[in-house]
Structures are given as structure tokens and as C-alpha cells.
């Protein structure tokens, strides 16, 4: 990676080449059979469709999916890769990004802890910058609102957010080029209730 590449926040963990050629086709096969929904934040639906499997962002009654079979074996190396338990990772979601498709700013819903996250198919660029609650935005009091690390997440590479990466900072994907697939397995933060599950 080049030095820019390296520059990423306290507590990011980046492995370069995570999954083989032949396990990528058989994510990218099994995820042809997954039902995918419109992703809805804030009244706007997003370019991206999504599928939630485990422990969803919600408290509601509906249940989501169980975490499928064909994840279970890239959870748990997705798990040791963060130094944690595979059970610990209790909500996994599969992001269809299709050419042209953002994910805005932002810093992961609060009853979730570590992210580990797989890019598939085509690559993608991570940016950082410091988090400022909406109390500092509105008072304007918060650090500047500019991007500060950056970090291009290979084809079939695997990344963890944890410590100040996860909570001091948020991220954004500018509009990708090419079709992409992610998948992210998040544990459930300390003292969180447990929402919606299977």
C-alpha cells in the first residue's frame, strides 16, 4: 500500500487479499440467492440494496433472518482477524453498492461495537473524519468537517473497525464505479439490549 493507503485512524485493521479468487465466487453465487430490500435512512432510499441477517438495527418486534450457513465459515475469520469470539458477531448485513452508489457520512448505529467488513468484486475508497455530534454541529464547536484519513479497500480484502476508528471517527464511500458487494459482521456493544434477532 502506499503511504496514503496506511493513513487510517487508530484501531482500523486492513488484510489485503483476505479471501481466495475461487471463495469470492462462491460468496458472489450464494449472495445471487439472497433477498435483497431498499435501504431507507432519514425518509431518502439509498442507491444500495441491503439484506440484515441476526441482531438488526431496530429494537421492534419483526425478526430478521438467521445468519446464513454459507457466511458462517467467513465470520469466523472475519472474527479472529478482530481478535474476537465468532458467536460475538451477532448482526451481519450484505450492502449491494451498483455502479454509481454512495454510502454517505457516517459513524455505525450505537448498540453495535467492532465492524468487520469484506469487500467483494471491485475495490472501493474508505474515508475518515473526526465525529461531531449533532449537539457540536449545531453549535458549531466540533473539529472541521474534512476528511482526514483515507484508505482504498481492495477487491477480496477484509477490515476491522475498532477503538477510535469505530467511535472517534466516521466514514463515508464515495460512489463506486463498478459493481461491489460488502459484507459486515458487527458484535453488540456492552450493556445494548438486544434488538430484533433470530
Known sequence: MS???ADVPEG?????????????TALVEAIGRVEFSDFEMRGVVAR??????GMSYDAGDGVSPAIPDFLMPLRARAASLAGKDADAFAMA???????????GWHRDAPQYDIV???S?????????????????A????GPRRTATHGITLERRSAYVLAGPART??????????????????RTLREGRSRGRGA
Not at 48 to 53: S, T
Not at 120 to 136: G, H, Q, T
Open 120 to 136: 467483494l468484486l471491485s475495490s472501493c475508497r474508505m474515508k475518515f473524519r473526526p465525529y461531531v455530534s449533532p449537539a457540536e
Open 12 to 24: 482500523f485493521v486492513y488484510r489485503g487479499d483476505f479471501v481466495s479468487p475461487d471463495e469470492e
Open 116 to 118: 468487520a467488513g469484506i
Open 138 to 141: 449545531a453549535a458549531g464547536t
Open 93 to 103: 448485513l450484505i450492502n449491494e453498492y451498483p455502479p454509481g452508489a454512495p454510502i
Open 48 to 53: 444500495r440494496r441491503v439484506a440484515f441477517f
Open 3 to 5: 503511504l496514503f493507503d
Open 168 to 185: 472517534a471517527y466516521e466514514h463515508h464511500i464515495p460512489a463506486v464505479t463498478a459493481l461491489r458487494y460488502s459484507i459486515t459482521f
